[in-house]
């Protein structure tokens, strides 16, 4: 955070929603190396910056990235009850959007920019363009992040490949 001011603004920008006991679940649920809650805080974190150092709705930025990802449960179950109904568009990078605007309209008081920032974070897998400025924000935020797990995530595996290699256990 840039400064003190910034944290106690943050926080209570995102106050109802950090306190839920439902998005707490979001600790729970794995995001590449990580959890849902973790990963959704950075998103929006650092969107909330950039985009009042931008001059545009840090507000409404901070709550959609926060709830761009709520959803509790675990990917590989989603996924795996997409492919037995063989619908492509079930699988979990095209309709979690869809579950995260649901779980966040159930439970907060959303605006139209923040159900396009949440609906349009997957933007292009979703094939549907983001409509704010925020929105696109969010959206590449979301992406420069998640490249950024996966590519730690990544580099950390093959390193411990190699380490067990070296010590000499037989390795494929």
Request: charged letters at 30%; hydrophobic letters at 40%; one cysteine or more.
């Amino acid at each position: 955070m840039r400064s003190k001011t910034d944290v106690c603004e943050y926080r209570s920008i995102v106050a109802d929603i950090i306190t839920n006991k439902d998005f707490l679940q979001t600790a729970n649920v794995r995001h590449h190396d990580s959890t849902v809650y973790l990963h959704s805080l950075k998103v929006s974190l650092l969107s909330y910056h950039l985009a009042k150092k931008l001059g545009w709705n840090y507000h409404e930025t901070a709550r959609a990235a926060l709830l761009h990802d709520f959803f509790t449960e675990r990917r590989r179950d989603i996924d795996k009850a997409s492919r037995e109904k063989c619908s492509f568009k079930n699988m979990h990078g095209f309709s979690h959007p869809y579950t995260a605007l649901k779980n966040s309209q159930e439970r907060f008081e959303i605006s139209a920019r923040e159900a396009d920032i949440i609906v349009k974070h997957m933007f292009p897998l979703t094939l549907r363009f983001p409509r704010y400025k925020e929105s696109w924000l969010v959206t590449l935020v979301d992406k420069y992040l998640a490249s950024k797990e996966v590519s730690v995530m990544l580099f950390r595996d093959i390193l411990l490949h190699r380490y067990i290699k070296r010590l000499g256990f037989n390795v494929n």
